[in-house]
């Protein structure tokens, strides 16, 4: 009987001991993922010790950093970041660390993202960075900590639509403010042509209609079927509520 070559034998126990290796390092990987989660550090610090992959992600492209700062958890972002982490790794819909920790407004963890160079202008699948999010859930400081990290206050997402847009439509007069401030575009359009006087107009929203003035929006811009936020205010039964004490001569009626 002839001698099995050593080599096959090596081959044969690649090909039986290869798979079972992966599947492993895969069940380590999700250990990895749930154990930043919940932040666990000692779990996470174990399981990254004994080879885990940081930046192995689920399959819809989301890693253990962002499992950590979409739960909140401080210091598992701050291991995960010292063990280099990629900071600007994509989900499948766009998502980043960045725009997670946005949509959850721990200005601590933006801080800390930032610091390692999370990009302030990556967009989601619908277009809207870390600074639409924030202004869009009326999150004054991490908008005031975007604005002054660089973020563009005249960034569009897919509907044209800008922060103080977003801002304006909910009624946050802080965060609109503040991209005044920051040089937001008074004038821009969206989609509809509407502005972001308009829009606040249409939404009652008073005390935003009145910075906007006071800032030198144009009363008398017309949107796309050529109404005006005083027509926009009329229609939705606000001019005789909430907007009577801020809608000046200036406005026209068409």
């Not at 998502?95 to 967009?123: P, Q």
């Not at 502005?195 to 107009?201: E, F, Q, S, V, W």
Request: charge should be negative; hydrophobic fraction near 45%; charged fraction near 20%.
């Amino acid at each position: 009987m002839r001698a099995i070559p050593i080599s096959l034998v090596l081959y044969l126990l690649t090909l039986l001991i290869g798979p079972l290796a992966w599947s492993q390092a895969v069940d380590m990987n999700k250990e990895l993922r749930l154990a930043a989660s919940i932040g666990d550090d000692e779990a996470v610090a174990k399981l990254l010790d004994a080879g885990a992959d940081m930046n192995a992600a689920n399959k819809f492209n989301k890693t253990t950093l962002m499992m950590a700062v979409e739960n909140d958890n401080l210091e598992t972002v701050a291991l995960l970041l010292a063990r280099g982490a990629d900071v600007n790794a994509r989900t499948v819909a766009n998502c980043t660390a960045l725009t997670f920790a946005a949509d959850n407004g721990h200005s601590g963890i933006t801080a800390l993202l930032i610091e390692r160079g999370a990009n302030l202008h990556d967009r989601t699948r619908a277009g809207w960075d870390a600074l639409t999010i924030a202004a869009l859930y009326g999150f004054t400081d991490i908008v005031d900590q975007l604005l002054h990290r660089g973020a563009d206050p005249k960034a569009t997402d897919k509907e044209r639509r800008t922060a103080m847009m977003h801002a304006a439509e909910k009624g946050y007069l802080k965060v609109v403010e503040l991209l005044l401030a920051a040089h937001a575009d008074r004038e821009a359009k969206d989609k509809e042509g509407a502005t972001a006087l308009i829009i606040a107009a249409g939404e009652g929203r008073s005390q935003v209609v009145a910075s906007l003035i006071r800032h030198g929006a144009d009363v008398n811009a017309k949107d796309k079927f050529g109404a005006t936020a005083l027509i926009w205010a009329t229609g939705q039964g606000h001019v005789k509520g909430t907007l009577q004490n801020y809608l000046p001569c200036g406005f026209s009626g068409g």
